[in-house]
């Protein structure tokens, strides 16, 4: 929602005199009160309801829900895939399911963390998330998976740079 000019308010005078009228009421204050207490129980029982963190705008709680599943399973397949073509290393990490998501596992050894790095930000670069996130997770994914080009790894010496920059004038 756009902002107002300052000065300016979305409701009239009245409205502001109205609401401070109806506090002074007992009964109304008494009622909100409930109403508050009630939604605080409700917060303190089942958080996960009052948050939208995972979310896009636009999108409901479910279907986002249904989407980060689909891109979980997705990266968890490209990982066991990267696993079987030697990409990544064997790990004997317990992987915890989508059932048991109270405890988060904890990598011991760089290759575990560097799996667990890796199926987040395939989880980030398929789920739903903006343009800007999408980009951010693939360009960390091409720079972990990927050697870079063999003529930048020739060029890694300052000498190897001038003679490239002498060769092409």
């Not at 929602?1 to 502001?16: C, D």
């Not at 002074?24 to 909100?32: I, L, N, Q, S």
């Not at 290393?89 to 290759?111: F, I, K, R």
């Not at 790095?117 to 998330?129: H, I, N, Q, V, W």
Request: net charge positive; hydrophobic share 40%; aromatic share 4%.
């Amino acid at each position: 929602m756009a902002r107002l000019p300052r000065g300016k308010t979305k409701h009239p005078a009245s409205h502001s005199e109205a609401m401070k009228a109806k506090w002074e009421d007992p009964e109304y204050r008494a009622k909100m009160a409930a109403r508050d207490s009630k939604r605080e129980e409700l917060r303190k029982a089942d958080p996960e309801r009052f948050t939208r963190t995972g979310v896009p705008n636009g999108m409901r709680k479910a279907e986002a829900q249904r989407m980060w599943s689909v891109a979980e399973a997705q990266a968890d397949k490209i990982i066991q895939t990267m696993k079987a073509g030697g990409l990544l290393p064997e790990t004997a990490a317990d992987q915890t399911t989508a059932a048991d998501q109270s405890s988060v596992p904890v990598p011991d050894t760089e290759d575990e963390m560097a799996e667990a790095m890796l199926r987040e930000a395939f989880k980030l670069a398929l789920g739903p998330t903006g343009t800007r996130a999408k980009l951010a997770a693939l360009a960390t994914i091409m720079r972990y998976t990927r050697l870079k080009p063999m003529a930048v790894l020739q060029l890694a010496t300052a000498e190897g740079v001038l003679d490239e920059l002498v060769g092409r004038s």
